[in-house]
């Protein structure tokens, strides 16, 4: 398993959701954050002069995912969060030992499936 986590911008999200969303990729969680890279923050003009914006506002998706599945997630996010413009954001991607389910108690892979297969499975049951 891995954990994807994404820095991406704010008005980026509803297009990544969407292309998670249509690929069968429901769970995730977002978190607001601040940031800078490297060009470490923004000079804006004002009335009185230049003001400078050290930390800029983003958001964090995280999302645990088979490890077959890593490639086609980052590139859902890579295709739908890039604007071509400096502080677009980076994706990391993190080994996960376990993951449990807290209501049914499962782990591993099972705890990590994608919604459709639980609703297949809920069906069958």
């Given at each position: ?31 607001e ?41 980052v590139k ?50």
């Amino acid at each position: 398993m891995k954990k994807i986590e994404a820095i991406i911008r704010e008005e980026r999200l509803e297009p990544v959701k969407q292309a998670l969303e249509a690929g069968g990729y429901f769970a995730m969680t977002v978190t607001e954050v601040s940031g800078r890279g490297e060009q470490r923050g923004l000079t804006l003009p004002w009335r009185v002069g230049e003001y400078r914006v050290d930390l800029l506002p983003k958001l964090k998706l995280e999302i645990v995912v088979q490890d077959k599945e890593v490639d086609t997630i980052v590139k859902a996010i890579i295709d739908n969060a890039r604007t071509g413009e400096i502080g677009d954001g980076k994706i990391f991607i993190i080994p996960v030992e376990n993951a449990i389910r807290v209501r049914t108690n499962e782990d591993g892979d099972k705890a990590i499936n994608k919604v459709t297969n639980n609703k297949e499975e809920a069906k069958t049951k």
